[in-house]
């Protein structure tokens, strides 16, 4: 019999017991919200975001809700209106249009290169003739463009960048911590991310005014001087009486279960990175596969891996999904007419005006997509590559 796989693509690690620790504590108190102090406490939350801006070596730092609420909560705080377009990428996840959607803006999608990145042609183009002041760089799977090259850009067109980083928490390009080009980096602590609160997310910036705006925006309320790694006061006096409230504040129990983590994680970058490697060799040379080539300046999370099959026809690619899930191996396909499960494509996001890339079509067709959790080991990750290695010959 053909060897078999037997993990789950969906099943995470637990949470450290010095998490479970923590927030059995929390419980015990009570004290849940984060605003909930007793006299000189601190809170689990405003430590977390002070350990948070730390780890990405930003001034400050913003626990929130969710990663969508954090896109949301930075295009807020630099006064994106209904009507407004916003230049983002067209491969990336539906909850990156949507935050733009949410406001009333309109989405603009920037073509996907071979990298998976965005396509800096498209962009400096889509920067001149779109009208948009913002881009919402989505860095999608992980994969981070040369960020010199999209900055210079940026700057020249007048657009400040706000980076999605919900796939590249710990990553970092050319030795700066992801998410910190742009004026705001985003981040998201769900389950299926790198730190996991089953909901949440994090924004970090170094601009007094607009960390002011986006922490009262949050939920704050007059109680921003409960921060720790916010700007000063008066920086506050400035925006407190024209900045809504739209609550979407993080909570204790939930920063509780994610300081430790967020203290494990470049050992977890390691692990997942050792996993993304033994994928990667296994399935190099394969015929008929393309893997994508990293970029030497980019210090990636493989959290997750993807790979081409670029000349496969539909039919022929969803044979090799369905052998390999047979086999226990779950390939997920940008390809497929209709969204599926987490994966769906710029066409299906149809609050948005249809829009023509020819090029990220030509991307997607073949663009296979697996996650790597860290239940799996070295072993797991060499037999998930030679399974679809083997079901990719048997397609050729
Ligand atoms: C998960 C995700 C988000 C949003 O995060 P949530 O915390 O689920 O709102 C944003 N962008 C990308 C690329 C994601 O995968």
Redesign the pocket.
């Known amino acids: 019999m053909k060897p078999r796989f037997t993990g789950s693509f969906t099943q995470q690690e637990p949470i450290p017991e010095a998490g479970i620790a923590a927030a059995l504590e929390v419980m015990r108190h009570g004290r849940l919200h984060r605003y909930n102090t007793v006299n000189g406490e601190a809170g689990e939350t405003a430590l977390l975001e002070e350990e948070f801006a730390r780890f990405t070596e930003a001034k400050y730092a913003l626990a929130l809700a ?3 609420y954090a896109m949301g909560c930075a295009m807020r705080a630099l006064g994106v209106q209904a009507g407004d377009r916003v230049l983002s990428n067209g491969f ?2 539906a ?2 249009p949507g935050a733009i959607a949410a406001l009333g803006a309109e989405p603009v999608f920037v073509e996907t290169t071979q990298a998976l990145t965005i396509d800096l042609a498209d962009l400096a183009e889509k920067a001149a003739v779109s009208g948009a002041r913002v881009l919402l760089l ?1 860095h ?1 799977r992980g994969h981070i463009c040369d960020m010199g090259a999209l900055m210079e850009i940026c700057d020249r067109a007048g657009l400040t960048v706000i980076e ?1 980083c ?2 590249t928490m710990g990553g970092a390009w050319d030795g700066v911590p992801s998410g910190r080009h742009g004026v705001f980096g985003c981040y ?1 602590t ?1 389950t299926y ?1 790198h730190l996991n609160s089953g ?1 949440g ?1 994090f924004l970090v910036s170094d601009d007094d005014a607009l960390m002011a705006r986006a922490i009262i925006l949050s939920g704050s309320y007059m109680l921003y001087d409960r921060h720790r790694a916010a700007p000063p006061a008066e920086v506050f006096e400035q925006v407190k009486y024209l900045t809504p409230n739209v609550s979407g504040r993080m909570d204790n129990l939930r920063s509780a279960i994610l300081r430790p983590q967020l203290a494990d994680l470049p050992a977890q970058v390691a692990r997942w990175n050792d996993l993304y490697r033994a994928v990667e060799e296994g399935l190099r040379n394969t015929p008929g596969l393309q893997v994508i080539e990293r970029d030497a300046r980019e210090s990636i999370v493989g959290s997750s891996i993807q790979f081409l099959l670029p000349n496969m026809g539909a039919d022929a690619i969803q044979g090799v999904m369905a052998r390999s899930a047979e086999r226990g191996v779950d390939l997920k396909w940008f390809g497929a007419e209709e969204p599926v499960a987490f994966t769906s494509r710029y066409d299906s996001w149809r609050y948005a005006p249809p829009q023509d890339l020819p090029k990220t079509d030509a991307v997607l067709a073949g663009l296979m997509d697996m996650r790597l959790p860290l239940t799996f080991s070295v072993e797991d990750a060499a037999l998930i590559a030679s399974i679809i290695r083997d079901e990719v010959m048997a397609a050729a």
């Open positions: 969710s990663g969508g990336t996840l909850p990156v989505s999608m999605d919900a796939h998201s769900q991310k909901e997310g």
